[in-house]
């Protein structure tokens, strides 16, 4: 069971909790509130009055109605967090959703570890569980950092660069990227130390369309790519001893990791179709073991 339907079930229970202690419990509480500030004003209250005054008086009453009007607990833990889980729901579906980096197949750009954010909203607003568009708003771009439900197993959460858009030509031979027959530029970028395998990599920039990222790659030695199982439109990709070339089918997006020689993407198990789309991701909201990450990443 994913977090998103357990959210779900929460806020329908902790509404139903609500929607009763409103139209049942509450009124029940008002009553026995006053039924009990009565009994007070007329035995206890001119003792009060005597001893402790007027001021004394209005505590003693607002300490009355305080008691009758509590909560019982199980009502305080449903339907006294609705308003909490509603509004963890609503930001959560369709404004913003934290995801964890479990791998380094993001690196430059992402290290394992990083906490971020993903925009739900940048390409469309979507039911939470059912994930159906109801509000177009925008399509994803060659650049984008982008975030989906993995097309072998959409319970898994995946995070690739776009690379190709539907009716795009891919090409990826001898580590060369190539996009409708033009090469994407790369100029070297220095070296890049990974902290986890303490080496280092050759970095590189790549501009795909007028939006310059960081890569690792090695392009002295040559490609090799072996499919994994597609789950539709494998006919679309042809592999030889070289590397790969696909034409992205419509409706679909072709996916890399800027990890490149390590990284598990549309190279091997194909496209992302766009009802698998999560959102785009735009910040770095903490990492645990380097606070310096904190912030945007393009």
């Not at 339907?79 to 934290?98: D, Q, T, Y």
């Not at 290290?111 to 940048?122: A, C, F, M, Q, R």
């Not at 042809?238 to 070339?245: A, F, I, K, L, M």
Request: hydrophobic share 40%.
């Amino acid at each position: 069971m994913n977090f998103a339907l357990i959210l779900f079930l929460l806020l329908v229970v902790s509404f139903a909790a609500w929607i009763a202690d409103r139209l049942r419990f509450r009124p029940a509480r008002l009553r026995a509130a006053a039924a009990a500030l009565e009994a007070f004003d007329a035995q206890g209250a001119p003792q009060v009055r005597a001893k402790e005054g007027e001021e004394g008086l209005r505590a003693e009453r607002r300490r009355i109605h305080e008691n009758a009007m509590r909560q019982p607990w199980w009502l305080e833990y449903t339907a006294g967090l609705f308003p909490v889980i509603l509004i963890v729901f609503v930001v959560r579906s369709f404004v913003a959703e934290p995801f964890k980096i479990p791998s380094g197949s993001m690196m430059p750009t992402l290290l394992t570890g990083d906490l971020i954010l993903v925009n739900k909203s940048t390409y469309g607003i979507r039911l939470p569980i059912v994930h159906t568009k109801v509000v177009p708003l925008g399509l994803p771009e060659r650049g984008d950092v982008m975030v989906f439900r993995y097309p072998l197993d959409t319970s898994i959460d995946y995070i690739k660069r776009v690379v190709g858009l539907p009716g795009d030509e891919i090409e990826y031979f001898n580590r060369r990227l190539r996009v409708n027959g033009e090469e994407v530029p790369l100029a070297p970028d220095g070296e890049f130390f990974d902290a986890e395998s303490l080496s280092f990599g050759s970095q590189y920039l790549e501009t795909l369309g007028e939006r310059p990222h960081k890569i690792l790659t090695n392009l002295e030695k040559t490609s090799s790519i072996t499919p994994q199982s597609f789950t539709r439109f494998r006919d679309r990709c042809t592999y030889n001893s070289e590397g790969v070339r696909c034409t992205v089918p419509d409706g679909h997006y072709f996916v890399m990791g800027d990890n490149r020689e390590n990284s598990l993407d549309s190279r091997f198990w194909g496209f992302v179709p766009e009802e698998n789309i999560v959102g785009r991701a735009f910040f770095i909201w903490m990492n645990f073991g380097d606070l310096k990450r904190i912030g945007t990443f393009e």
